[in-house]
């Protein structure tokens, strides 16, 4: 198995990510990319966007969940997505993002919320994982 990566997994009513990834920064973007292909985000080619946000939560599951939430955002209020990130987590879970995309091309499927429905990170022997529910 890839060191980080993403994978769909059955769910009944809505769309499920297994992620994972070495350390936290890398979860969070494999759970982006993941995202984006299940929505099968196409971006247009040409000029690049930069979006910079920063989030304080409590739990970690909350700040997975801000971040993706802020990308959902991004695509319908301002038709933007994003297939580049730079991010950083330190204590307290406080994520640092600087995001790069391009306004979007096309979309397969609208992704309504990410939720967190038996959402846990847990911290494995390589890293970390998690399982994504998404509402469509």
């Not at 990510?17 to 494999?30: E, H, K, R, T």
């Not at 998690?130 to 469509?136: A, G, L, P, R, S």
């Amino acid at each position: 198995m890839p060191e980080s990566g993403f994978k769909e997994i059955e769910h009944t009513a809505d769309w499920a990510l297994q992620v994972w990834g070495p350390n936290l920064p890398a979860l969070f973007v494999q759970a982006a990319k993941g995202m984006n292909a299940l929505a099968e985000v196409k971006l247009e080619e040409g000029e690049r966007n930069e979006h910079t946000f920063s989030f304080n939560v409590p739990v970690i599951e909350g700040l997975l969940v801000m971040f993706l939430e802020e990308i959902l955002f991004c695509g319908e209020i301002d038709a933007l997505g994003f297939d580049e990130f730079d991010l950083s987590i330190g204590n307290g879970y406080h994520l640092e993002a600087k995001v790069l995309g391009a306004p979007i091309a096309s979309l397969a499927k609208e992704i309504k919320a990410v939720t967190f429905h038996n959402m846990d990170i847990i911290e494995t022997e390589s890293g970390y994982e998690v399982v994504i529910v998404f509402d469509v």
